[in-house]
């Protein structure tokens, strides 16, 4: 049961131009959403998180959008860089501050120059 | 050191084996997490540690799976009788664990093949 799911496995998007990355969950008690980045050979690093009490967090490039009633969240980042190429991990806890979260699986994003 | 640290970086066995992952917590970092990831799967939840409470090893896929917290800091993951299905990347994380701070610092992982 996947709980956490990122429909698209790859994304490709021109430099400068908007990047969107969608996140569907399906558990409804989840009320803490984030997002994750990994590089090759990385471990991920976290990149912007968002409460269940706002629809939208913004920091810097990156924008996360939640739609409480839809299940959906996305992420914005704009303008792209070559350097946000990655893979990019949508997570969920049940609150903040709790430890177990559940990952998507996972959307590749390639900025081309 | 600065950072998680793992190690093997990368492990080869053959089915059967027992294998042994480590993990080193960022210093001061009382939560310490396991994850997998299998070729196109997400990170998938292992088990999770938090100072000295009882694990949670509800993510644990089966008895040939254990882990072990030494001291509050270092960790193993050991796999008995290795599988192929068991072939995935192995990352480890650790957080303050102070209940407000969401936020996981993984290491690079350790890349595990079963032949």
């Known amino acids: 049961d996947q709980q956490v799911k990122q429909n698209s496995p790859s994304l490709r998007v021109q430099e400068g131009r908007i990047s969107i990355l969608n996140c569907d969950y399906t558990n409804s008690m989840f009320d803490y959403f984030l997002w994750y980045k990994k590089y090759p050979a990385e471990g991920p690093t976290f990149l912007i998180s968002?409460?269940?009490?706002?629809d939208k967090n913004e920091d810097g490039r990156f924008t996360v959008f939640l739609n409480k009633s839809a299940k959906h969240l996305s992420l914005h980042i704009v303008p792209s860089q070559p350097g946000d190429s990655a893979v990019y991990f949508c997570a969920a806890s049940r609150f903040q501050g709790a430890q177990k979260l559940v990952f998507g699986q996972g959307t590749r994003l390639t900025i081309n120059p | 050191g600065a950072g998680v640290s793992q190690s093997p970086s990368n492990k080869v066995t053959e089915k059967g084996k027992d294998v042994e992952l480590r993990c080193d917590p960022i210093?001061?970092?009382?939560?310490l997490y396991w994850y997998r990831q299998s070729l196109g799967q997400g990170l998938e939840f292992l088990i999770y540690f938090q100072g000295n409470s009882a694990p949670d090893k509800s993510g644990l896929p089966s008895d040939r799976f254990s882990a072990e917290r030494t001291g509050g800091s270092v960790s193993t993951l050991t796999i008995q009788r290795t599988q192929q299905e068991d072939s995935a990347v192995y990352l480890c994380?650790?957080?303050?664990?102070?209940?407000?701070?969401?936020?996981?610092?993984f290491g690079s992982g350790t890349q595990l093949s079963v032949l």
């Open positions: 210093s001061g970092h009382t939560a």
């Open positions: 994380a650790s957080s303050l664990g102070d209940g407000t701070n969401e936020k996981l610092f």
């Open positions: 968002i409460s269940s009490i706002k």
